[in-house]
C-alpha cells in the first residue's frame, strides 16, 4: 500500500491477553519510556486509565478519512478508531503484529471451491453510532463503492476489482448502477453473511479483507467524495467535527459495545488530530507532550533526529524499526527515453545510493537496498543486479555511462517528482538529479503535497506523459504482510489506473503478471514464497524501479502517552487503536 507512509502498510493493539500482560506489568510489557526500541519489543506505558484527550498531528493533510477512499498506512491504521473492517491484526512489536485476527467478522473466512469463494459472518449486535445496526449488505455495498465507483473514489486499492468473479460484465460501481442489484459475485443471503466469488484462487484472503474498504457503509447514508467529511462510525470513536485542511475530532461512539469488540478500549474521552503542522513542530511537541503522536509515523525531522542522537535520555525515548517499506526511484517505462531498457540500466548504475542514503538520514534510516522486497518480507533473497563500486566517496560510473552509450539518448532532460511536504524526500530527489547529472541526464524536479500525490500527479499516467515525468520518487509499504500483498499493487499491470495509481512505472509485463496470478492461487506457502523472489529479480532486470533504502523510521516517543507499541504490520507506526493518555 503506498502504505508509506507510504502502506502499504498496519496493526492493533488490544486484544485481551496483550492488555491484560500490560495492564498486570507482566511479560511484554515497558513501563516507562527510557529504553531506546522499547516499543518495538513490547508495549510502553500499559495503562487501562480512562479520560482525557489524546492529540495527533500531521505535517499535511491525508488524502482522505474515507475508509474506502485511501490508501495510506497511517490512515489504515487510524481510520480503525471509526471504522472495523473483517480482519485485522493481533497486537504485538515488529513482527509478532502481523498475525491476523477476526474484527468485525465473527471469526476468519471459510474457503471453498478451491479457494474462489470465501465465507464470514458478521458479528451479531454492531451497530452504526447513529443507532442503526451493520449487515452483511452494508459491507457489500462498501467493496462495490471503493473498488468500482473509480471516478468517484480512486484512491485505494483496486484488488477486488480485479479479482471478483463477474467483473467482467462491466459493472461501474454503485453510483451508476441503474439496477441498483449490485454485483452477482458479492452474495448476502442474510444480515449476517457475506459471501465473496473470485476468478480464480486467492490464499491470501483473509489478509485482503482487513483493508478499511471492508469497513460497512450504509448505501442511505453514503455522501460519495464527501463521506470522508462525516463517516458513520463502527468504531469506538465517532466523529464530533471535521474542519477541512485545519482539524479533525472524535468522541467516544455511545453506540460502541465491547460485548461485540474483544480489540477496542474506550480510554481517552476525546481525539483529536491537528492538520498541516510544520513537522519540526510536531517534534517539539511530542516532546513536550503537546502532541501525543505524529500521525505519519514517518519520523522526526533531520535536526531533531540530531539532537536525539547525541543525547542518551532522548534517544531512550526512541524506536528505531523497519516497517515492510523500501524507498526508491519509479522509472517509467512509458516516458521517453526511459522506454528504452538500456537507459534505465544506465540510471541503475548512475544513482548514488550512498548519496541518497545521507540526504534521507543516514543509515539508521536504512541501509543501502538492491531488491524490490524488504529485508523483512516473507520471500526476500539477497542480490544486486546493479553492484555500485567506490573509489573512495566517489561512484564509479563506468557501467552507467557504458549502458548510457547504449541507450543513444545523448543529452536528454526529464522531470522527477516528490512530495513537498516531504523534505527528507525532496532531498533523495535533490542527490538523485546530481548523480544523473553526470551521465548525461537533467533532471527538475516538480514537488507536490502528500494529500494530492497520487490523485492528481505521480498516480496519473496522463499527467506524467503530458509533463514529461521520467522519474518518481516513492516510498512504499506492504498492503499485508506478504510478497504479495507488497508487489501486486506497484508491479501488476492489472493495477494501473487513471488517478491513485501506485505501479509508477507503468509496468505492465506478461511474465511477473502471470507469476503474480498464479503465485496467489497456490495454497503452499513456501512455493508463493518462492514464487515472489522470482518476480522480485524479473523486475529487477527489467530495471523498472531503483531501489534505494530498505526504510527505517526513527520515531520519539511521547512520555505522556499510554499503550504504545510499534508494529510491522502498520510500517513500523505506532498502534493508534488504544492510545491513551498518562496520568
Not at 534517544?315 to 517499506?325: A, I, S, V
Not at 541503475?348 to 523483512?376: C, F, H, M, N
Not at 573509489?391 to 564509479?396: I, V
Not at 498464479?518 to 522480485?536: C, G, L, M, V
Amino acid at each position: 500500500m503506498r502504505r508509506s507512509v507510504p502502506v502499504a502498510a498496519v496493526a492493533a493493539i488490544t486484544s485481551a491477553g496483550l492488555l491484560l500482560a500490560g495492564c498486570s506489568g507482566g511479560k511484554g510489557s515497558s513501563e516507562g519510556s527510557g529504553e531506546a526500541n522499547a516499543a518495538t519489543k513490547g508495549v510502553v506505558n500499559a495503562s487501562d486509565a480512562k479520560g482525557g484527550t489524546v492529540t495527533y498531528a500531521i505535517s499535511d493533510a491525508p488524502e482522505s478519512f474515507d475508509p474506502g477512499n485511501t490508501y495510506y498506512a497511517f490512515i489504515y491504521n487510524f481510520s480503525r478508531l471509526y471504522a472495523r473492517p473483517l480482519t485485522t491484526f493481533k497486537p504485538g512489536p515488529g513482527a509478532k503484529g502481523n498475525e491476523l485476527t477476526p474484527d468485525l467478522a465473527e471469526s476468519m473466512g471459510k474457503p471453498s471451491d478451491g479457494g474462489k469463494t470465501w465465507t464470514y459472518k458478521i458479528r451479531k449486535g454492531v451497530k452504526y453510532d447513529d443507532g442503526s445496526t451493520v449487515t452483511s449488505q452494508d459491507v457489500k455495498y462498501a467493496v462495490e463503492r471503493s473498488n468500482f465507483a473509480r471516478d468517484t473514489l480512486s484512491l485505494g486499492p483496486n484488488y477486488f476489482q480485479q479479482f471478483l468473479k463477474d467483473n467482467d460484465g462491466g459493472y461501474k460501481g454503485p453510483y451508476k448502477d441503474k439496477s441498483k442489484a449490485g454485483l452477482k459475485s458479492i452474495e448476502t443471503p442474510d444480515d449476517q453473511t457475506i459471501v465473496f466469488h473470485l476468478k480464480k484462487p486467492f490464499a491470501e484472503f483473509d489478509y485482503l479483507v482487513s483493508a478499511p474498504q471492508t469497513a460497512p457503509v450504509p448505501q442511505a447514508k453514503d455522501k460519495g467524495a464527501d463521506y470522508t467529511k462525516s463517516v458513520l462510525s463502527t468504531g469506538s470513536y465517532k466523529f464530533e467535527s471535521y474542519q477541512e485542511g485545519k482539524k479533525l475530532t472524535l468522541v467516544r461512539n455511545p453506540q460502541w459495545s465491547a460485548k461485540t469488540d474483544p480489540l477496542r478500549k474506550q480510554l481517552p474521552d476525546k481525539i483529536v488530530l491537528n492538520l498541516k503542522v510544520a513537522q519540526s513542530t510536531i517534534d517539539k511537541d511530542l516532546q513536550s507532550g503537546n502532541t501525543l503522536v505524529d500521525l505519519a509515523g514517518r519520523g522526526v525531522d533531520g535536526q531533531t533526529q540530531a539532537q536525539l542522537l547525541t543525547d542518551p535520555k532522548e534517544k531512550g525515548n526512541t524506536d528505531n524499526t523497519l516497517g515492510q517499506r523500501l524507498v526508491y526511484t519509479a522509472i517509467n517505462t512509458k516516458v521517453k527515453p526511459f522506454d528504452n531498457i538500456e537507459c534505465r540500466k544506465a540510471v541503475e548504475y548512475a544513482i548514488d545510493k550512498k548519496a541518497v542514503q545521507t540526504s534521507l538520514g543516514g543509515p539508521i534510516r536504512g541501509e543501502l537496498a538492491s531488491t524490490v522486497l524488504p529485508t523483512d518480507i516473507d520471500g526476500y533473497q539477497k542480490y544486486d543486479l546493479y553492484p555500485q563500486k567506490y573509489a573512495g566517496d566517489k561512484l564509479d560510473l563506468t557501467e552507467a555511462k557504458k549502458h548510457w552509450d547504449k541507450c543513444g539518448a545523448g543529452k536528454t532532460t526529464t522531470t522527477i517528482l516528490a512530495r513537498n511536504d516531504r523534505q527528507d524526500e525532496v532531498d533523495a530527489a535533490t542527490s538523485v538529479i546530481d548523480s544523473l547529472k553526470k551521465i548525461g541526464i537533467s533532471a527538475k524536479i516538480q514537488s507536490y503535497p502528500t494529500s494530492k500525490y497520487f490523485s492528481d500527479y505521480a498516480g496519473v499516467p496522463k499527467f506524467n506523459k503530458k509533463n514529461n515525468v521520467g522519474l518518481i520518487m516513492m516510498q512504499w509499504g506492504s498492503d499485508f504482510p506478504t510478497g504479495y500483498g507488497y508487489l501486486q499493487q506497484i508491479l501488476n499491470g492489472k493495477a494501473i489506473s487513471q488517478s491513485g495509481n501506485t505501479n509508477l512505472s507503468e509496468l505492465d509485463d506478461p511474465e511477473i503478471n502471470k507469476l503474480l496470478d498464479t503465485a496467489i492461487a497456490n495454497t503452499d506457502k513456501a512455493a508463493r514464497e518462492k514464487a515472489y523472489a522470482e518476480i522480485d529479480k524479473k523486475t529487477m532486470e527489467q530495471a523498472a524501479l531503483v531501489p534505494l533504502t530498505y526504510f527505517k523510521v526513527l520515531m520519539y516517543r511521547s512520555p505522556k502517552a499510554t499503550n504504545l507499541v510499534s508494529t510491522s504490520a502498520f510500517s513500523g507506526q505506532y498502534d493508534y487503536l488504544n492510545i491513551g493518555v498518562k496520568k
